[in-house]
């Protein structure tokens, strides 16, 4: 919810959520997905909560901000110190929340590598992004939104037609980007008005 209210404009992160669903789901993103999940299970075995377990913890490790911005300053400086973080952060959720649905947790590593490696390896061709607070701000509330869509599916609170095509919503992230670049203002360089000259006198200042 945090992430969420980092927003300057609520249509942004919620129409991306809705035109980002869509096109994920045209795009068949959650079929995908699933595909390489039951290859997965089916190689290395797994309870049924294998699917569920790599699915919601892929989309819940590559929607943070942190994702971006790490690699965005990994590619464009050369500094993984946020990509450090990040991991540690992962490994220790994974732990827990592998114990919770299931090992299948362990190979969203997969997921990251790919995720993360573009990122990092096409930053260059991100640098507006990064220089744009207000960019990464939007991504950053749709991530939120999706992470809530994550969280309400964990406690059984959404439709189950929802929490079935939770990765068709990961384009919203790059909706809301577009949004906010296409949206954002940038006010011009502020033009100093040449100061009135005030009283030379007594008499004048009468």
Known sequence: MKMFFATRNVLIPIGALIIGGVVGHLCRIQTGIDIVSAWLQTRFGGGTGFQESFVTSSILFCAG????????????????RLLYLKSLLDGVSAVFFAAAVGYGVFFSAASVLVVQGTLTLGARAFRSVAADRAVLDEISAAGGLILCLIGLNLLGLVYPEVSKFLADYLPALVFAGLAAALTS?????????????????????R
Do not use: H, V
């Not at 690699?71 to 993984?80: F, R, Y």
């Not at 203002?185 to 200042?205: A, C, F, I």
């Open 65 to 80: 901000p942190m994702t971006f911005i790490g690699c965005l300053e990994d590619g464009l400086e050369g500094k993984p």
């Open 185 to 205: 203002k940038r006010t011009p360089p502020n033009q100093q008005t040449p100061d009135l000259p005030g009283p030379s006198s007594e008499q004048d200042r």
